[in-house]
């Protein structure tokens, strides 16, 4: 067996980023920049003001209260046709461009209108609410990285920015095959010792959550011929992941009908509980990820190994996000495998967070990874560990 950190730089290291591709800015959420991005404008291209209120000259005001002829008005994409002279004033709202010679606003709030005229009672000093161009950012600024992910802060950015097109890494396309004679569709009738297959759907949620396109294959019997028959689907696909036929010997049916396509086995097997039965080699150019069949382990083992493969297509940090917490509960010493143990996070009154592992840790109990906020991590041959105790978690929120 191998450990859970060489097992994963070895299947990181297979995951190398995809090449870019041109998606429309309606089209990139979700997406990772493949290129840094540059303003096309300045933003404000020019000056407006921030407030409602009156565009006037700072000069006419020094000695308030100031009575001052209004002489028009400047809107949003209603500009003023004007020159604001001496003793002149222009109404004017909020994002409006200042008119020409005014170089101040005065708050609605700090002038009163009386009909043809309005009285600025403050001084104000040149500048005064008044955003100048390029204020936010002007053409050429680098406000977007390679790398990052466009949510909708993001792309409203890019937006502004005016760019239409922005280049983003392909999508990882990832086949999936479950085997099992025993596994049937979801709301397929079950026969006796028949259950609904979970792994497929749990999977392509999972691909789908990271950035990735799921290709669900089916579910292959246990024979040589079904399963090359449903691999025949994985053909331009980035990443192979399959489930099922873990046992010692199982897994011989799923490597022949791969071996006859010239499937290379790297490795087999990691000292962790659970999904220590996990296969990882190479079909010509697709990495193969062979997950247990068993559905705790197999996402378990997907969260440790898929998702850091998808990351890394992605260009993405492939580094699970663990964090340090203490311990609800005693625990026994742990044993030659690295354990993974399902659990629930709370926080103290310091803001500590408290994770507690359920009691039920059985590698069939689907419904305890349903419920988990947290994997806690017991390291192998770790001693007897007690409550409050400090333990490695890994927060499933943002990573599941």
């Given at each position: 067996?191998?450990?859970?950190?060489?097992?994963?730089?070895?299947?990181?290291?297979?995951?190398?980023?995809?090449?870019?591709?041109?998606?429309?800015?309606?089209?990139?959420?979700?997406?990772?920049?493949?290129g840094?991005?540059?303003?096309r404008?300045?933003?404000?291209p020019?000056?407006?003001?921030?407030?409602d209120?009156?565009?006037?000259?700072?000069?006419?005001?020094?000695?308030?209260?100031?009575?001052?002829?209004?002489?028009?008005?400047?809107?949003?994409?209603?500009?003023?046709?004007?020159?604001?002279?001496?003793g002149?004033?222009?109404?004017?709202?909020?994002?409006?461009?200042?008119?020409?010679?005014?170089?101040?606003?005065?708050?609605?709030?700090?002038?009163?209108?009386?009909?043809?005229?309005?009285?600025?009672?403050?001084?104000?000093?040149?500048?005064?609410?008044?955003?100048?161009?390029?204020?936010?950012?002007?053409?050429?600024d680098?406000?977007?990285?390679?790398?990052?992910?466009?949510?909708?802060?993001?792309?409203?950015l890019?937006?502004?920015?005016?760019?239409?097109?922005?280049?983003v890494?392909?999508?990882?396309?990832?086949?999936?095959?479950?085997?099992?004679?025993?596994?049937?569709?979801?709301?397929e009738?079950?026969?006796?010792?028949?259950?609904p297959?979970?792994?497929?759907?749990?999977?392509?949620?999972?691909?789908?959550?990271?950035?990735g396109?799921?290709?669900?294959?089916?579910?292959?019997?246990?024979?040589?011929?079904?399963?090359?028959?449903?691999?025949?689907?994985?053909?331009?696909?980035?990443?192979?992941?399959?489930?099922?036929?873990?046992?010692?010997?199982?897994?011989?049916?799923?490597?022949?009908?791969l071996?006859?396509?010239?499937?290379?086995?790297?490795f087999?097997?990691?000292?962790?509980?659970?999904?220590?039965?996990?296969?990882?080699?190479?079909?010509?150019?697709?990495?193969?990820?062979?997950?247990?069949?068993?559905?705790?382990?197999a996402?378990?083992?997907?969260?440790?190994?898929?998702?850091?493969?998808?990351?890394?297509?992605?260009?993405?940090?492939?580094?699970?996000?663990?964090?340090?917490a203490?311990?609800?509960?005693?625990?026994?010493?742990?044993?030659?495998?690295?354990?993974?143990?399902?659990?629930?996070?709370?926080?103290?009154?310091?803001?500590?967070?408290?994770?507690?592992?359920?009691?039920?840790?059985d590698?069939?109990?689907?419904?305890?990874?349903?419920?988990?906020?947290?994997?806690?991590?017991?390291?192998?041959?770790?001693?007897?560990?007690?409550?409050?105790?400090?333990?490695?978690?890994?927060?499933?929120?943002?990573?599941?």
């Open positions: 067996m191998i450990s859970v950190e060489t097992a994963r730089s070895q299947i990181v290291a297979a995951a190398a980023p995809l090449p870019a591709e041109q998606v429309a800015l309606s089209q990139a959420r979700g997406r990772v920049l493949a840094d991005l540059a303003a404008v300045n933003h404000p020019l000056a407006v003001s921030s407030m209120g009156w565009a006037i000259r700072a000069a006419d005001c020094q000695a308030a209260p100031a009575t001052l002829a209004i002489i028009g008005e400047s809107a949003a994409g209603k500009p003023f046709d004007g020159n604001v002279g001496p002149q004033a222009v109404r004017i709202f909020t994002g409006a461009p200042m008119p020409a010679g005014a170089d101040a606003v005065v708050r609605q709030e700090d002038a009163e209108r009386r009909g043809g005229e309005v009285v600025v009672g403050t001084a104000v000093p040149p500048g005064k609410y008044v955003r100048t161009p390029g204020l936010d950012f002007a053409v050429g680098v406000l977007l990285r390679s790398g990052t992910v466009l949510g909708p802060r993001q792309i409203g890019a937006a502004a920015m005016n760019l239409v097109w922005l280049p890494r392909r999508r990882p396309r990832v086949a999936i095959l479950s085997t099992g004679d025993e596994i049937r569709m979801p709301g009738p079950l026969g006796e010792a028949q259950i297959g979970s792994n497929g759907p749990a999977l392509v949620a999972l691909i789908e959550a990271h950035g396109e799921a290709v669900d294959l089916g579910i292959a019997q246990d024979s040589r011929q079904s399963i090359s028959a449903l691999l025949a689907g994985a053909a331009g696909v980035d990443l192979l992941v399959t489930s099922g036929g873990a046992s010692v010997g199982d897994y011989d049916l799923v490597q022949d009908a071996a006859e396509s010239g499937f290379i086995l790297d087999w097997k990691i000292a962790m509980r659970p999904g220590k039965p996990l296969m990882f080699g190479r079909l010509r150019d697709i990495p193969v990820l062979g997950l247990p069949g068993n559905p705790v382990s996402l378990v083992a997907a969260l440790l190994f898929l998702v850091p493969m998808l990351r890394g297509f992605q260009g993405l940090p492939t580094d699970p996000p663990l964090a340090t203490r311990l609800g509960c005693a625990l026994p010493a742990n044993g030659e495998r690295e354990a993974f143990l399902r659990g629930s996070l709370a926080f103290d009154a310091d803001g500590m967070g408290v994770a507690t592992p359920f009691d039920k840790q590698s069939a109990v689907l419904s305890g990874m349903s419920a988990a906020d947290v994997l806690i991590i017991r390291p192998v041959d770790a001693p007897a560990a007690e409550a409050g105790d400090k333990v490695r978690i890994l927060p499933l929120e943002s990573w599941a």
